[in-house]
């Protein structure tokens, strides 16, 4: 497994944290194939995470490292109430399939995945020129266009 360089963020690029062994994981991916904007999507799976980087996106989503793992996947019966950042950071680096949701952060925005289509969120929708009228307005219910099938 290859370290992950230095995170760093750029508002023209989204990075995605997932583990391609959820199904949270891939489908959230998935969401982001056809996309032109530039990706950098990093499987916890085969990318380590450092130390550090979690614990600077933990700060980020203003939780807990220990937030980050699903103690529901956890197989094990060992008692995690006791457990510091530096435990659940190697329980994280070890056990990729224990992080919660995937984790997407552009420029200074982080956020948590948790239903792969709210990935979209992050993408700006280009709704130039359109009117939002529909509260006042009566919509149109005629046909617009001339002439043409659509069959």
Known sequence: MEDMAVLARDENELILIYSSNTRVGKHTLSYLQGTTDRINAIDIA??????????????????????????????????????????????????????????????????????????????????????????TDDPTIERTTKGEDFK
Request: overall charge negative.
């Open 46 to 135: 085969k990318v380590k995470v450092t130390g550090t980087q979690w614990a600077e996106i933990a700060d980020d989503l203003n939780v807990n490292i220990g937030d980050l793992v699903d103690k529901r996947v956890l197989d094990d019966k060992t008692d995690h109430s006791n457990f510091d950042a530096d435990d659940w950071i190697k329980v994280l680096q070890n056990n990729d399939e224990v992080l919660t949701q995937p984790i997407a952060i552009k420029g200074k925005r982080v956020k948590q995945i948790e239903n792969p289509p709210n990935i979209m969120d992050f993408f700006d929708v280009d709704s130039a020129g359109l009117k939002k009228t529909m509260h």
